[in-house]
């Protein structure tokens, strides 16, 4: 397994990820660095549920953590939409 300073830089648009390790969290805990307006889009129901990350206030809405995301499940992918262009998925990992 990977250990160290795994980063990525998310391309503007949509992006398919998930965590970089095997662990459930709020998308900010797993490592995303989000810019304003940013969209996380989660499949749930036959459908997607959209969070963004506010512009106005940097925090999430639609039911999300206002401060960390919405929460994913270990082994759970994701649309990220980056519209800011500034977004990066940053995870400092090392196995004790």
Known sequence: MPQGNLTNTLPLGYSLVGSKVPQAG????????????????????????????DEFDNTWNNGADPAKGPSIAVGEGFFYRNLAGTATFIRNFSIP
Do not use: C, I
């Open 26 to 53: 709020f998308v900010e805990d797993l490592g995303v660095n989000p810019g304003l307006g940013d969209q996380v889009l989660r499949f749930s129901n036959g459908g997607f549920v959209t969070y963004a990350n």
